[in-house]
């Protein structure tokens, strides 16, 4: 069975600051997501990666993926508090038509 | 072009009932996935449609079912709720050879 495992669970962030949230998952997948989710809301993509070396950047966060470590990382820079929610990866093999998640990562930024 | 609508938004049923739960996804998405987020167990994959046919099923027991209306439409249906039912049901749209899903704001069922 196909497990992704987030660390860390919690993350508090100083403004500013930069960090990283790491997602590995247990066997060969084909594609990696980063969702974002607010409290009480629905999830919002933020990125898919596809391939090996696979970087995408958007404002202050950037995201890869290293498919031989079955690794990815999602890096915040000079974190705001806007960026304070709860942060997903999940994996997904070709032909499974299923996304497997990682238990997320609940950001808080403080000033 | 409109997003993923999901109805009703919100719901509260009594143990022992049925609930229908109703997607519609973006216009021309033919693929239609469920996942129910509760706090303990997180997001689990529920089913995925596509053109009608369920194309891979979550470990959920068979109390929880799904179909798929030839306008890609989707319904899942959960008989005999138990309290652990109680989460927020998603679903997710994608269009096909597409990558990216797109999910909707969810159905929050509270189970009493």
């Known amino acids: 069975e196909l497990k992704v495992e987030q660390n860390p669970l919690f993350l508090s962030m100083q403004e500013g600051k930069n960090y990283t949230i790491y997602c590995n998952y247990s066997t060969t997948s084909d594609r990696l997501y980063w969702y974002r989710q607010d409290p009480g809301k629905s999830l919002e993509s933020l990125f898919v990666l596809l391939s090996n070396g696979a970087v995408k950047q958007e404002g202050r966060l950037m995201a890869s993926l290293d498919t031989k470590a079955r690794l990815s990382t999602l890096h915040i820079t000079a974190a705001v508090h806007d960026l304070s929610a709860t942060y997903f990866c999940?994996?997904?093999?070709?032909?499974?038509?299923?996304?497997?998640f990682g238990a997320g990562t609940t950001v808080t930024v403080r000033a | 072009k409109a997003g993923v609508t999901q109805t009703p938004r919100y719901l509260i049923k009594t143990r022992g009932q049925q609930v229908t739960l109703s997607c519609s996804p973006i216009s021309g998405h033919r693929s239609v996935s469920w996942y129910q987020q509760t706090p303990g167990q997180g997001l689990q994959f529920l089913f995925e449609?596509?053109?009608?046919?369920?194309?891979n099923k979550g470990n959920f027991p068979g109390r929880f079912s799904g179909r798929q209306f030839s306008n890609s439409r989707s319904e899942m249906n959960v008989s005999t709720l138990e309290l652990g039912d109680s989460a927020l049901y998603l679903c997710?749209?994608?269009?096909?050879?597409?990558?990216?899903?797109?999910f909707g704001p969810g159905t929050r069922l509270t189970v009493t």
């Open positions: 449609y596509f053109s009608e046919t369920q194309r």
């Open positions: 999940a994996v997904e093999r070709a032909y499974d038509y299923k996304l497997s």
């Open positions: 997710a749209s994608r269009n096909q050879g597409g990558y990216e899903q797109y």
